[in-house]
């Protein structure tokens, strides 16, 4: 089953702020050499796809869902 934690809903878009993506980048991100890699846990395809549509939205910044 699902972290109940683990989900994603269109009310991110309004609340992640760049200071809110810089912490999720420091803690769960990496950088591969040459892109910045955001782990998503057990979010399904679509929340995968709403936050990349948020963080393109929100920052400008282009996002892929890539398996493993």
């Known amino acids: 089953?699902?972290?109940?934690?683990?989900?994603c809903s269109a009310t991110v878009g309004?609340?992640?702020t760049s200071r809110g993506l810089a912490y999720w980048i420091m803690?769960?991100?990496y950088w591969d050499g040459s892109t910045v890699r955001l782990p998503t846990g057990n979010l399904s395809?679509?929340?995968v796809e709403l936050l990349s549509h948020i963080l393109f939205s929100n920052f400008g910044y282009a996002s892929r869902s890539i398996n493993g």
């Open 45 to 47: 395809l679509q929340e």
């Open 1 to 7: 089953s699902r972290n109940k934690d683990e989900t």
């Open 14 to 16: 309004s609340m992640l």
């Open 27 to 29: 803690d769960d991100g």
